[in-house]
Each structure stands twice: as structure tokens, then as C-alpha cells.
């Protein structure tokens, strides 16, 4: 081993090695994880945070380090292979090393140098610097092993790093640790194109500058939501509505949140008492995201112009589910309104009278713990099963169409519906040959009592 880092050491120089050593593959093997773990190490460092890590890295280094050997392969005589590639790994772990460490210093030099030379100009000199100076040492290597043909190796080395680069830009790659202000699209080539086709489409992503002029609107759409509130009525009882819609790439979510919003605007009084948190691209500007954050500030703030102890509010959630929780797909992540995050927040903000409805898979995990004689709690399915119907051209989900569009009419009480949309969900899961979704319904008797008088006076006016 020592002989080949003393061989690949020249070659580095741009010298040539007179009696180049010869070496098997277990040398070779030993270089190439010296390479993975150089390599990973890097990217580490450029992360500046192990808490950044990604599973997935490590496939795509161990897949890149078999695709180069494999490549590299065919332009090295067999008599060589081993030294060749064990040198090429060498070098390569050399300007790694180098390009990282310049790369890295870049920003400790604003201070002192212009402009110019710490911006992307830079980057791209030393890029090219690093490319011309691995073709050279490259050449020398194939040199060493065949002296004969010394003056075509420049030519053939280049060959070595065009196919090279040809196989990053085709394969798709992933980094092992993610730097606070990563964007995939940067990643690789493939992940380039993927980018430029989504942005020709209107689904490209959002980039770290977005996201975060994003984040920073959000308090101001909030507030705007919660000043058109109408403030409660002395003596009487209000019922205020928080809608969300937490899935934004397929439309029916958003679509079941209006239609659903519309239906209990039929048969209680929420007009004017409504706050929608919606994760849609076209809705960035319109409305608040649906994240934690917004959440637990949009149920404080219905509280704070609510009667809390007298009034009610209505919380529709729909959007996919997981086993854990309510699922929120957001500018650039995805996260999860758990049970727990829900009933403690809503406690937090001490509303008492709550009418908790989640259309979702597995949306039964949210009973359990919101349960209670002043809460009505509505699913689309129990814990361990999923609902059906989430299809983006759809305008309704199975649960959304049984409960909101069939079942929910004026003149119709909360429970009388749910049984109803019950029934019907089993009939059409029945003609799909599809396993039961079990929606889960709980009704809370102190509520469905202080209830009764808005469908009495429903009823009255359905008649």
C-alpha cells in the first residue's frame, strides 16, 4: 500500500513512476473504502452538522464508488487494473480533500479579498483547476503502467473523466449529511433536470429563500384570518370553525375543506367565525400554512375572541394520516399534527366545547385522547386502518362525500348523519372489494345536548 500512495504521490506531481507496483484487489478494495469514508467525512464537515443525516447518503456512495470502478475499469489495461484504480481512488480522495478545504475557506476570506474571489466565479475556478489538474495527474498514471503510449494518455484520461462525469450526471445521487441551506436541486445533475421539468410543470419546489420569506409571512396571513372574526354575542352561543387542509399537492383536500366548511355552515352558525390553514401552492399568499406553529397559534387566537367556556368550536382537519398522525406536507417537508399535539393544544387555550372532525387514514388515533363528555370526535376511519377516496380529481373523499355531501343536510343532527354516512361508506367499500375503514364516531353528551337547540331550530326551518 505504501508503494502505491508513493506512485500515486508523483502522479499527483504530473511524474511518472519507472518501475510502477503492481497490486490485487484487496488493495484495491481497501482504497476504495478509504474513499467512501474521506468522502463522507467531507461532506460532514461542509454539513458543519451530523444531525443532518441521511440514510440514503451512504447507498449512493457505495453505488457511485461501484459505478467508477466500473467505468474506470474500461479504459485501464487488465496487467495494471488494480494499481490504476487504486491510484485514480488516491488522487481522488486528494482533491476532495483540497476543493473542500478551499471551498470552505471562501467565506473566511470575504473579509479580506474582493468580491470576485469568493463568489461563484471562484467556485467554478477551482472546479476547473480540479479538473485539469486530475487529468494530468490521471495521465501520468496511465503513463507509469504503459510507457509506450505516454503521449496518448493525456487524451485517454480526459476520455476517463468525460465518462466519469457522464455517469454523474445520469445517475441520481444523494449526500450523506444535508448543510442547514441544502436544495436538492443542487444536488446532482439528475436532480438539475428534475428541477428544470417541475418548473416547466408548475410543481417546482421551493427553494431555502422561499421558504423562509414564507415563514416569514405567516403571522401577518394569520392575523389578517383572525381580524375578520366576528366577535361573540352577549348572552348567546357562538360556534367558530378552524379548517385544515394539510395535504396541498392533490386538490380534493382542498376542495373537501370548502365543501365540508360549507355543509356545517348549513347547520351551525359559522359564517364569519371561520379560520382555513391550507397547504396549497396556489393559496401561499391567500392563506396560512397548515404547520404546528400556525395551528397552535390559530386555536389560541379563536380562543381569545371566543366565549370559552360558553361558546363552541368546530376543528375540520382532512388530508392523509399515518399511524402517528395527521400528515402536513410543507414547502420543502413534511411533518405530522399528532393526537396528543391536538388535545394539548386545545386545552392549553382552555375551549371547552369542542366538535373535532379528522378525515384521514388511521384518524381513529385521535379519539382517545380528545374524548370527553364536551367533545364530539368524528373519523374517517378507525386507528388501525386507512379511508379511501383521497384520488386528486376527486371532490370529496369517501367519508367527505358520505358525512358533508349526503348525510350533513339542515334538519339533520351530528349523529343522525355520522350513522348515516357510516352506512354508506360500508356499501361502497363492499363494491371495491375494499377492507372496512370502521369510521369512528364519539359523542360527548353535554355537548350533543347544548347542540340540540341549533338542529331543533334547523329542522323547524327545513320543515
Known amino acids: 500500500m505504501w508503494r502505491v500512495l508513493n506512485f500515486a504521490a508523483r502522479a499527483a506531481l504530473w511524474r511518472t513512476t519507472p518501475e510502477s507496483p503492481l497490486v490485487g484487489l484487496p488493495v484495491l478494495l481497501g482504497f476504495a473504502v478509504a474513499t467512501a469514508i474521506v468522502r463522507v467525512a467531507m461532506q460532514l464537515l461542509a454539513a458543519d452538522s451530523w444531525h443532518a443525516f441521511n440514510p440514503y447518503g451512504l447507498n449512493a456512495v457505495i453505488a457511485w464508488l461501484a459505478l467508477e470502478l466500473a467505468v474506470a475499469a474500461l479504459f485501464v489495461r487488465p496487467a495494471g487494473r488494480s494499481t490504476a484504480l487504486s491510484a485514480m481512488f488516491i488522487l481522488s480522495m486528494l482533491a476532495e480533500v483540497v476543493t473542500t478545504g478551499l471551498t470552505l475557506s471562501m467565506p473566511l476570506l470575504a473579509a479580506t479579498a474582493q468580491s470576485t474571489w469568493t463568489g461563484p466565479a471562484a467556485s467554478y475556478a477551482i472546479y476547473a483547476a480540479a479538473v485539469a489538474w486530475w487529468v494530468g495527474a490521471m495521465a501520468s498514471v496511465l503513463g507509469s503502467l504503459e510507457p509506450r503510449?505516454?503521449?496518448?494518455?493525456?487524451?485517454?484520461?480526459?476520455?476517463?473523466?468525460?465518462?466519469?462525469?457522464?455517469?454523474?450526471?445520469?445517475?441520481?445521487?444523494?449526500?450523506?449529511?444535508?448543510?442547514?441551506?441544502?436544495?436538492?436541486?443542487n444536488a446532482n445533475w439528475w436532480e438539475f433536470l428534475y428541477a428544470l421539468e417541475q418548473e416547466k410543470t408548475g410543481k417546482a419546489r421551493a427553494t431555502p429563500a422561499q421558504i423562509a420569506r414564507l415563514k416569514k409571512a405567516q403571522p401577518a396571513l394569520l392575523q389578517a384570518e383572525v381580524a375578520r372574526l366576528a366577535p361573540p354575542r352577549k348572552g348567546a352561543t357562538d360556534v367558530y370553525a378552524l379548517g385544515i387542509a394539510g395535504w396541498g399537492e392533490q386538490g380534493v383536500f382542498v376542495k373537501e375543506l370548502d365543501g365540508g366548511l360549507q355543509a356545517i355552515a348549513s347547520v351551525l352558525p359559522i359564517k364569519d367565525r371561520t379560520v382555513r390553514l391550507i397547504n396549497r401552492r396556489d393559496t401561499l399568499e391567500a392563506f396560512p400554512l397548515a404547520d404546528l406553529q400556525n395551528f397552535q397559534a390559530a386555536v389560541y387566537a379563536i380562543g381569545d375572541v371566543m366565549d370559552k367556556d360558553?361558546?363552541?368550536l368546530v376543528l375540520f382537519m382532512t388530508s392523509h394520516g399515518e399511524k402517528t398522525g395527521f400528515a402536513l406536507e410543507l414547502p420543502g417537508a413534511?411533518?405530522?399534527?399528532?393526537?396528543?399535539?391536538?388535545?394539548?393544544?386545545?386545552?392549553?387555550?382552555?375551549i371547552k366545547n369542542r366538535i373535532v372532525i379528522v378525515s384521514a387514514c388511521y384518524s381513529g388515533i385521535f379519539v382517545p385522547p380528545l374524548k370527553n363528555a364536551n367533545t364530539i370526535v368524528l373519523t374517517a376511519s378507525d386507528a388501525i386502518n386507512t379511508s379511501f377516496g383521497c384520488a386528486a380529481?376527486?371532490?370529496?373523499?369517501?367519508?367527505?362525500?358520505?358525512?358533508f355531501r349526503q348525510s350533513l343536510q339542515q334538519g339533520t343532527d351530528l349523529e343522525n348523519?355520522?350513522?348515516?354516512?357510516?352506512?354508506?361508506?360500508?356499501?361502497?367499500?363492499?363494491?371495491?372489494?375494499?377492507?372496512?375503514?370502521?369510521?369512528?364516531?364519539v359523542f360527548g353528551r353535554a355537548l350533543v345536548d347544548k347542540l340540540a337547540p341549533f338542529f331543533a331550530a334547523a329542522q323547524s326551518a327545513a320543515r
Open 417 to 441: 348523519a355520522f350513522d348515516h354516512a357510516r352506512i354508506l361508506i360500508q356499501g361502497w367499500e363492499l363494491m371495491d372489494h375494499a377492507p372496512p375503514s370502521n369510521p369512528q364516531g
Open 149 to 185: 503510449l505516454r503521449l496518448r494518455m493525456i487524451g485517454r484520461a480526459a476520455a476517463l473523466w468525460a465518462a466519469l462525469f457522464l455517469a454523474n450526471a445520469l445517475v441520481p445521487q444523494a449526500p450523506v449529511f444535508l448543510p442547514p441551506d441544502f436544495d436538492a436541486r
Open 310 to 312: 360558553n361558546d363552541i
Open 393 to 403: 380529481e376527486r371532490d370529496w373523499t369517501y367519508f367527505g362525500d358520505a358525512f
Open 334 to 350: 413534511v411533518a405530522e399534527l399528532t393526537p396528543q399535539q391536538v388535545a394539548s393544544t386545545l386545552d392549553g387555550a382552555g
